[in-house]
């Protein structure tokens, strides 16, 4: 006759028990959650217990992370994209018994919801339903342990509500999809947790056009372009000891317009030896396998490449975190990091993701810069006049301050699929160069108070040169015509001239 062991009973209560605690303190913690605050007590147990949840998937993936071979910060982009595949498969095993709400538990849910609720004023909450409901996400799963489709769109989170929200590790994102959240893997790109309902309001705006969006005007355009200029219509003053560069967004897409402006790109360099690039962002539309890669930025960049030009990318919406590996990129396995050349310091943000960590970093590298020229760069502009985004005034107000107060003389970004060069606000001279590889023809208001010059009639960009206190620029379009130019000084200079 089979024995029964006698822990059996016990365990099975001391299981039930537990099972019926647990169930007790999370119903606590969610009335807790709806009858407190944000900023309660009760709200800080419960961010507690969800910033532990998160260290726990932290821990594990970090365990599984370090068996792997270790991604160079100079990877190609095949070595990016097996590690990619490789890291998302073992965490997915790992995790194959993880459910909806591990993370975001009911408590943390309902907290979330209560500072999203409260953290932004009206116009706030209408600028980020706007940026949510325009956004590229159609077809991104609400399934724990399924990947974010690379082809999707990365929806910029506003910088009031990180700096509000609980604080996740580096590897982590919040990401709105509709009006859902999901919690989402920089790295493996995996949908760690999601929860419903996490922004206020309800209907979505009408989708746009395919040409309000600018996915249909590359054709539109190409009807327009021939062969650049025989003679090249230089404004710069081409100094020798000076710092030569040019500033392009908006580029990966890999279409022949996109190849036509490289071209004249890589003709003017013939008379004006620019030394580096600036991308602002949405480097590579749609997929990031290698391929792409080669479509979208190898082929089309490769004169350039072959005569050692560097580029230095920031990230955009439409960018994975993992392009900060690639070699070509030159961020060194950083979302955002400072570069010198010469007496100028550029300073490329990601301003998808600008969170308490980058704040704290760009405030203490700039106090401690005495470059005679300070230049940001980053994808989404803090002014603009577009039709279709405008201004990011969530960003501006986190990042302005800290340019005025450190004394940053340019702000380079993109994300508007035109150029515009803002009249100057507070001393900071700002710049759109965001028709890099689509165009959206039309989108400057006209008559906008903020506009000194603008062009969305053709795709084009900028050449730049520094030299001592000035800042010369010249912008071109596909045909190789001049459509802006000027000189500007740094702020510097500018105040020691007021003064005298």
């Given at each position: ?49 969800f ?60 907290h ?38 690379e ?71 190409a ?91 920031t990230?955009g ?25 010469g007496?100028?310091a550029?300073y490329?943000?990601?301003s ?5 960590k ?5 405030e ?44 940053v003389?340019?702000?380079?970004a ?87």
């Amino acid at each position: 006759m089979p024995t029964r062991s006698f822990l059996a009973p016990a365990l099975s209560a001391f299981v039930c028990l537990s099972l019926l605690a647990g169930a007790a303190a999370q119903t606590k913690q969610t009335q807790q959650a709806q009858h407190g605050g944000p900023h309660s007590s009760g709200h800080a147990q419960v961010v507690a217990d969800f910033q532990a949840r998160v260290k726990e998937y932290q821990t594990l993936r970090e365990q599984i992370e370090r068996k792997l071979p270790k991604l160079p910060k100079e990877s190609t982009p095949e070595q990016i994209e097996q590690h990619k595949v490789v890291f998302q498969e073992r965490v997915r095993s790992a995790r194959a018994g993880a459910r909806h709400g591990d993370v975001f538990t009911p408590a943390a849910a309902e907290h979330i919801r209560a500072v999203i609720k409260t953290a932004l004023d009206a116009q706030e909450k209408q600028e980020v339903r706007q940026t949510v409901f325009e956004a590229e996400t159609k077809g991104v799963p609400l399934r724990v342990n399924y990947a974010y489709p690379e082809s999707r769109e990365l929806v910029e989170m506003s910088p009031t509500l990180l700096m509000k929200l609980p604080q996740l590790p580096k590897q982590l994102r919040y990401r709105f999809v509709g009006r859902n959240l999901l919690l989402v893997d920089r790295e493996n790109g995996l949908i760690v947790d999601y929860m419903t309902d996490a922004l206020p309001g309800a209907g979505e705006p009408k989708p746009p056009t395919a040409a309000e969006s600018g996915e249909a005007v590359g054709a539109r355009v190409a009807a327009k372009a021939t062969a650049p200029a025989s003679a090249l219509m230089l404004t710069l003053p081409n100094k020798e000891d000076s710092v030569r560069f040019v500033v392009i967004g908006d580029t990966g897409t890999g279409t022949p317009q996109q190849k036509q402006l490289a071209d004249v790109m890589t003709t003017y360099r013939g008379a004006f030896p620019y030394e580096f690039v600036l991308m602002m962002g949405d480097n590579m539309y749609g997929g990031e396998k290698a391929a792409d890669f080669r479509k979208k930025f190898e082929d089309i960049y490769k004169p350039l490449l072959d005569s050692k030009v560097t580029f230095y990318a920031t990230l955009g919406n439409h960018d994975e975190s993992n392009q900060r590996f690639y070699d070509h990129f030159n961020m060194k396995g950083e979302e955002y990091h400072r570069f010198k050349k010469g007496d100028v310091a550029f300073y490329c943000l990601n301003s998808n993701y600008m969170d308490k960590k980058q704040v704290s970093w760009l405030e203490g590298e700039l106090a401690k810069d005495g470059s005679r020229w300070k230049v940001a760069f980053f994808h989404h502009p803090p002014y603009s006049s577009g039709g279709k985004h405008g201004s990011s005034t969530g960003l501006r107000e986190i990042v302005e301050p800290i340019f005025v107060k450190y004394g940053v003389d340019v702000v380079f970004a993109g994300h508007e699929h035109f150029y515009e060069r803002i009249k100057p606000q507070k001393g900071i001279h700002y710049f759109i160069s965001g028709a890099g590889g689509k165009l959206r023809p039309g989108d400057v208001k006209e008559n906008s108070p903020l506009t000194e010059k603008a062009y969305d009639a053709d795709m084009s960009f900028m050449l730049i040169e520094v030299a001592g206190d000035e800042m010369h620029f010249q912008v071109v379009n596909r045909l190789g015509k001049t459509v802006d130019s000027g000189v500007i000084k740094s702020r510097r200079a500018a105040a020691k001239a007021a003064s005298n």
